[in-house]
């Protein structure tokens, strides 16, 4: 069955770093998201991106972060100057038709120190 | 406001015992639900999607929109079910989900 693969699983930053979150989705998807959960609380929407461009993003989806489908299979998420609140699990996504539930990947969990 | 809430944090119940997880949504348009599980260290799986009208694993889901709810069902609880379940509400034209904050299934021998 495809995946959605990310990497790394575990990636731990110092404040003020840049860090750039790697998602390949499945070959075919046409919907790309990032979610995240911060421990303890809800998972939470990041973003959405389609036909190359973000199509919708959150209130927590500020300056901070971008996204990038680089080359037309990786699809990246940097936090430019992480913050030690940016520490959480983030996910990726990745959809086929809209309508469809997402194939998640295994997440990357960011720790900020 | 579009909200999903579970209100139970833990479920724990012996094995073979009827298993009912809740789920409730607030959404001013037509909802599209989904039920989304989590092993343990392992990804968000989709389980179930209300407009299928499947059953995968044994549950099944039904959305009552009279009562705005999507309670996840199973009649024999098994001790592999023990998992972490969230229920989810796509919103928007590209079907961002919101969550709710989830529900622990415990299945005891």
């Known amino acids: 069955e495809p995946e959605v693969t990310q990497t790394p699983s575990h990636q731990v930053t110092q404040m003020g770093q840049e860090v750039i979150l790697r998602c390949v989705p499945i070959?075919?998807?046409?919907?790309f998201y990032w979610y995240r959960q911060i421990l303890g609380q809800k998972v939470e929407f990041l973003v959405s991106?389609?036909?190359?461009?973000?199509?919708?993003k959150s209130e927590i989806f500020d300056d901070q972060f971008s996204v990038e489908r680089p080359d037309g299979s990786n699809f990246t998420l940097k936090i430019r100057s992480t913050k030690l609140e940016d520490s959480a699990m983030y996910f990726c996504?990745?959809?086929?038709?809209?309508?469809?539930?997402?194939?998640f990947g295994s997440g990357t969990r960011l720790t900020v120190v | 406001a579009q909200r999903v809430t579970q209100p139970e944090k833990l479920l724990s119940v012996f094995k073979g015992a009827p298993v009912e997880l809740k789920c409730n949504y607030s959404?001013?348009?037509?909802?599209?639900l989904f039920w989304y599980v989590q092993y343990s260290r392992q990804r968000l799986q989709l389980l179930l999607r209300?407009?299928s009208r499947e059953s995968i694993k044994g549950f099944t889901a039904d959305l009552n929109k009279g009562e705005t709810s999507f309670h996840l069902k199973k009649p024999f609880a098994q001790e592999e079910d023990s998992a972490m379940y969230y229920c989810?509400?796509?919103?928007?034209?590209?079907?961002?989900?919101?969550f709710g904050a989830g529900t622990r299934l415990a299945v005891h021998p």
């Open positions: 070959s075919n998807h046409l919907y």
């Open positions: 209300h407009i």
């Open positions: 989810a509400l796509g919103s928007g034209g590209y079907n961002k989900l919101i």
């Open positions: 959404y001013s348009g037509s909802p599209e």
């Open positions: 996504a990745s959809s086929e038709d809209r309508v469809d539930g997402y194939t």
């Open positions: 991106f389609y036909n190359n461009e973000i199509s919708e």
